[in-house]
T-cell receptor, first 116, second 113 residues
Framework: AQKVTQTQTSISVMEKTTVTMDCVYETQDSSYFLFWYKQTASGEIVFLIRQDSYKKENATVGHYSLNFQKPKSSIGLIITATQIEDSAVYFCAMREETGFASALTFGSGTKVIVLP | EAAVTQSPRSKVAVTGGKVTLSCHQTNNHDYMYWYRQDTGHGLRLIHYSYVADSTEKGDIPDGYKASRPSQENFSLILELASLSQTAVYFC????????????FGPGTRLTVL
């Protein structure tokens, strides 16, 4: 069965610096998709970025980028030039090609606190 | 603009009572999902649907039923609410055109007393 693990429960960083958070996953599928979502203090969940397992290039969207290390089953999220509004809980999620109708398996989340 | 809405946004229910949570999407997506989030945890899949009039069990379906009367609407039903079902419930939708990226509703905070 698929599993997604985020071991960092909370990270504090200074504004305008870079934060990196880790995520490891387990899957038997040869094809899968990895996502990062952001949950704001209001509870809103927003999609940030996606990595397809067959792609070797790390995905980048705005000031979000991924560090995809397939041999280690690892997908890290990097946020550069952090802003106060980046304070949130970040969830890693995985979709297996053969999983429940494209449903996601989520990690437990990493809380990021950006300090002024 | 694509959107997923949920109602009610907050509800207090009594143990043993019936609760219905509703979800409506204007994304024209085929897939819809119900997740549960407990404080300090990630989301867990309860039920999902890939077509109207059909629902499937997810990872934690016990104590929940689902209904998909149309492509746009997906309900989660707690026939006999229990204390352990106190949580925040999120609805989401997706489809192949969006590469299965899921769009989430704002959530419903359910408290069972």
């Amino acid at each position: 069965a698929q599993k997604v693990t985020q071991t960092q429960t909370s990270i504090s960083v200074m504004e305008k610096t870079t934060v990196t958070m880790d995520c490891v996953y387990e899957t038997q599928d040869s094809s899968y998709f990895l996502f990062w979502y952001k949950q704001t203090a209001s509870g809103e969940i927003v999609f940030l970025i996606r990595q397809d397992s067959y792609k070797k290039e790390n995905a980048t969207v705005g000031h979000y980028s991924l560090n995809f290390q397939k041999p280690k089953s690892s997908i890290g999220l990097i946020i550069t030039a952090t802003q106060i509004e980046d304070s949130a809980v970040y969830f890693c999620a995985m979709r297996e090609e053969t999983g429940f109708a494209s449903a996601l398996t989520f990690g437990s989340g990493t809380k990021v606190i950006v300090l002024p | 603009e694509a959107a997923v809405t949920q109602s009610p946004r907050s509800k207090v229910a009594v143990t043993g009572g019936k609760v219905t949570l509703s979800c409506h999407q204007t994304n024209n997506h085929d897939y819809m999902y119900w997740y549960r989030q407990d404080t300090g945890h990630g989301l867990r899949l309860i039920h999902y649907s890939y077509v109207a009039d059909s629902t499937e069990k997810g990872d934690i379906p016990d104590g929940y039923k689902a209904s998909r009367p149309s492509q746009e609407n997906f309900s989660l039903i707690l026939e006999l609410a229990s204390l352990s079902q106190t949580a925040v419930y999120f609805c989401a939708s997706s489809d192949a055109q969006s590469s299965y990226e899921q769009y989430f509703g704002p959530g419903t905070r359910l408290t069972v007393l």
